[in-house]
């Protein structure tokens, strides 16, 4: 299924982007990475994904095939897709109320229905314009599906 499949990585850091298109890791956040890897469920090792040298670990180039590495800002751009799922763990923290709701909005407007919408630990829809149009589906991992 995954090679029907096209993730979309944004960001408005030209730099945090080129990073993640390479796929370029400290070592020392490896510890993390696995451990989460590990309570997915995963049946294989995360290290099976990377090969590590020099400090770093490099992920295999096949997890990058299906991803599109795209400048994006909440801010100022308008949707540009319709997608199923929608990550952006946080980065709402980070805004006032009125560009919390602009994003919330265009996250609403690019979910299809019963698309699903992941928020970080601190964020929330509850204050926003466009609650009503999400229902609770994990709450204490902040999921929510467009209803």
Not at 47 to 60: L, N, Q, V
Request: proline fraction near 2%.
């Amino acid at each position: 299924m995954l090679d029907r499949t096209t993730l979309y990585a944004t960001d408005i850091n030209p730099e945090a982007l080129h990073k993640a298109e390479q796929g370029l890791y400290p070592l020392d956040r490896l510890q993390a990475f696995t451990e989460n890897h590990r309570l997915s469920g995963s049946p294989c090792s995360l290290s099976e994904y990377y090969t590590a040298a020099y400090g770093s670990a490099a992920f295999d180039r096949s997890l990058r095939k299906n991803v599109v590495f795209s400048d994006h800002s909440l801010a100022t751009d308008s949707v540009f897709a319709e997608v199923q799922l929608v990550s952006c763990r946080n980065v709402l923290i980070y805004f006032d109320r009125s560009l919390q709701d602009r994003a919330l909005g265009l996250m609403k407007d690019s979910l299809c229905r019963r698309g699903f919408l992941g928020l970080g630990s601190k964020e929330s829809l509850m204050f926003s314009q466009h609650a009503a149009a999400f229902r609770d589906f994990v709450v204490t991992e902040r999921w929510f599906q467009r209803c």
